[in-house]
């Protein structure tokens, strides 16, 4: 049972931000924050993690909340490659990875 | 630096065959971790292994399903007497711990049919 809320579906136009919202009320303090995204035909892939300050990486940006109840993964220029599902997952010590239907991302030309 | 790698890519089998699906981690990751998704569906976590060990087997069906990761060689998730049912995609995933901070490395998954 997936512990975090993520809209179905999204679009967004090529080379524009996105920002794609989870909300994770019932996060606990070691919980940490994790995106994966799984391109079709093809197995997930790490995109970020965080536990309570925002992180940049390659790929994007991971924005918390101060009160950690919510964060928003952030790709700076979509484009055409990024259309996928989009998994964001709590992790806490010693769990396996618990994927929701995460949120499916389309991006326009 | 080579990523998971998963074979075969894809698997077909009869009912009542046998499936064994190989994963191979990451050159240093002594974690391995299988998955499975069903046609439609999220993936399900099956089973959390470490060298020699499993370590967490909470999503693995009780019967007909295995798994094993030896001293040498891949990690291995065996299935007996497949039914229709077990047609799904199973990926792996390998980590160098098992700490909640650092992410798992997925393959590209062995896609199971049976006929």
């Known amino acids: 049972d997936a512990k975090t809320t993520q809209p179905n579906s999204m679009e967004s136009n090529e080379e524009e931000p996105v920002h794609l919202p989870c909300n994770h009320s019932t996060i606990s303090g070691t919980d940490y924050i994790h995106w994966y995204r799984q391109l079709p035909s093809q197995g997930p892939e790490y995109v970020i993690h965080?536990?309570?300050s925002n992180v940049n990486n390659r790929m994007a940006s991971l924005a918390i909340a101060e009160d950690r109840k919510s964060s928003t993964l952030i790709l700076h220029r979509a484009t055409l490659r990024d259309a996928a599902v989009y998994y964001c997952i709590l992790r806490d010590v010693d769990t396996p990875l618990v994927f929701g239907k995460g949120t499916r991302l389309s991006v326009i030309a | 630096n080579a990523g998971v790698m998963q074979n075969p890519r894809h698997l077909v089998r009869r009912r009542g065959q046998e499936a064994r699906l190989r994963c191979s981690p990451m050159k240093g990751h002594s974690h391995v971790y299988w998955y499975r998704q069903l046609p439609e569906e999220g993936l399900k976590f099956m089973v959390y292994?470490?060298?020699?060990?499993?370590?967490?087997e909470s999503g693995m069906p009780k019967e007909r399903f295995s798994a094993e990761f030896p001293k040498e060689g891949p990690s291995i998730l065996r299935i007996q007497q497949v039914v229709r049912g077990d047609s799904a995609a199973y990926f792996c995933?390998?980590?160098?711990?098992?700490?909640?901070?650092?992410?798992?490395?997925f393959g590209d998954g062995t896609r199971l049919s049976i006929l």
């Open positions: 965080g536990l309570t």
């Open positions: 995933a390998s980590s160098p711990g098992q700490h909640s901070n650092q992410p798992q490395h």
């Open positions: 292994l470490q060298k020699e060990n499993i370590i967490d």
